[in-house]
């Protein structure tokens, strides 16, 4: 408004023009606006071309923050706790570290410090050769000796890694071909070797190889890793009492693979989802992974916030062990029972509805799932009819029985609300058809013992795979029916164990897929367990966070896979 006025007064004061007609004070004033509304149109649709010319872009630059529930214990891919004790430290871990492949974030993996692979016709030796343009974050080049070295100290029983690591490399032979060129000689063909296997941080020997076993723990490098990842630490803090508030990670500039856009990545480390939540309620952070019951504690309707759904290959189910249970040893018992279980009703109300009902042994999404996947449909009088034509007699208190056994069990559950909150939901639906469940829940030791000398007659639990494009081996044949192996309902059937190693065997996907139908058929008509659900991985970000391109992940800390696409800063860019 002061220019406005400014102008006029200087119109106000000019000489008029001898060539031309003098104009009035209110003709200047009325030229002037139209003036100035003309450069003002023009402004405007200038600016509405280039919004329509151009679409916001990534830009380098900015931070990251999310909050994680825990405390880490070591930066170490070798050293990973399983589960969700084990998340602060995987996600940091997975972003330092490279293996020689990695999750693709849609449920496959690809090649990472690997180049490309070679299997031998008989299935037993993989050839793999390094790129030769990745350094670690000190400046050495990675090799071969690296991976060498790495898989060594895995199956050095000196070195105190993680048991499913070492189990899982046990028997494989590695060997150094030259520098950028490593193989792997297994004793028998294993068709997910490389979904299995090499997806495991690789560990700079120059750093480590000096280290002793009993020292492997204790190594300074365990906090202060060196990775050939895209990211590398920047900075450990710490509170007033020397424990560890948050990481900050940097950007690797000397990255082989596509450099990332965000300068740095924090994570803020809370003992309560709570506090987790708090923290990005208010705004510290732009990231959290939430339980179910707390989704809604996050998400907005103003679309301020982006509810992440992502699918990973856990099935919750109740596995039966005949071997405890006379009531269970009886397939009619165990139909039954599944046919009256409401798997939709314990989905909506312990999980909210924010999971996927099972209906086999495969979750949906994995290479072997199919919608032909076989399970007893929801029919709680057809389950008594069936129970019914077997002889189960119920009771005057309504609980059956069948030639002096009584259908009675307990369902041992480890002490997690979900679960016990499940168990309790499977009382009540069991208890309709005439079976008398008993919940016994126990704390984490407790748990593991009675786990271990499999001494249950039903038990609820949760089993993850390793992959999308993964093997049901370890949980469901025979040669895994006792501990440490995770078939948890001592199931004992050759044809089960048949179609088993022959799947493992076979490389050609479209025959592995016939084996794996029969599995499913093979399952379903044995009923050593009742698959009920699996879970979502409940992640939340602001809506500032772009590129996001995450759906599917074996395990939490793979919802980094694509990092290098994630941007917080933007600018114009021409549309293609």
Known sequence: MRLFTRMTSFLATLPPCRAARHFSFGEKVSVLFLTVAALGALGFWAYVGFIMMTVEGPKQGGVYTEAVLGQPTYYNPLLLRMGAEGEAEANVTTLVYSGLFRADGKGGVVPDLAERYEVSDDGKTYTVYLRTNATWHDGERVTADDVVYTIHTIQDPRFTVSPALAHAWDGIAVERVDDFTVRFVLDKPFAPFVAAQLRVGILPEHIWGAVEPDAFTLAKANMQPVGSGP?????????????????????????????????????????????????????????????????????????????????????????????????????????????????????????????????????????????????????????????????????????????????????????????????????????????????????????????????????????????????????????????????????????????????????????????????????????????????????VQSHRVHGVDVTRVSRPAERFATVGQWYVATRRVLKK
Request: glycine letters at 6%; hydrophobic letters at 40%.
């Open 231 to 539: 990211y590398k630490i920047h900075e450990n803090a710490t509170d007033d009492n020397g424990a560890l508030v948050s990481t900050t990670l940097s950007r690797f500039r000397d990255y082989y693979g596509d450099a990332p856009y965000i300068d740095r990545i924090k994570f803020s480390f809370f003992a309560t989802e709570d506090d987790a939540i708090t923290a990005f309620q208010t705004h510290q952070v732009m990231g959290v992974s939430v339980s179910a019951n707390n989704v809604a504690k996050v998400s907005t309707q103003d679309g301020t916030t982006v509810v992440r759904r992502l699918s990973i290959p856990s099935t919750y189910a109740v596995f039966f062990n005949p071997l405890k249970s006379a009531a269970l040893a009886y397939s009619d018992v165990r139909t039954a029972l599944a046919m009256a279980t409401d798997k939709k009703a314990i989905v909506d109300a312990v999980l909210h509805g924010e999971g996927q009902i099972l209906t086999g042994p495969f979750v949906e999404g994995m290479t072997w799932y199919t919608d032909a996947q076989k399970a007893p449909a929801y029919d709680v009088e057809a389950a008594k009819k069936l129970l019914e034509q077997k002889g189960w007699k119920a009771g005057e208190d309504g609980i059956r029985a069948r030639e002096g056994t009584v259908l009675r069990f307990t369902l041992v559950v480890p002490q997690w609300e979900s679960i016990v909150a499940t168990a309790d939901l499977l009382k009540q639906q069991w208890r309709a058809v005439g079976a008398d469940v008993q919940v016994h829940v126990l704390r984490s030791d407790e748990f593991r013992t009675v786990l271990s000398k499999r001494s249950y007659g039903a038990l609820l639990f949760g089993q993850t795979y390793f992959a999308f494009d993964a093997d049901p081996f370890a949980f469901w044949h025979s040669s895994q029916k006792d501990a440490p192996g995770l078939n948890f309902s001592q199931l004992t059937n050759k044809d089960i164990d048949k179609v088993l190693v022959e799947a493992q065997q076979q490389r050609d996907e479209a025959k592995r897929a016939e084996l794996y139908a029969t599995f499913n058929d093979l399952m379903a008509k044995n009923v050593p367990a009742v698959f009920l659900y699996t879970p979502y991985y409940l992640w």
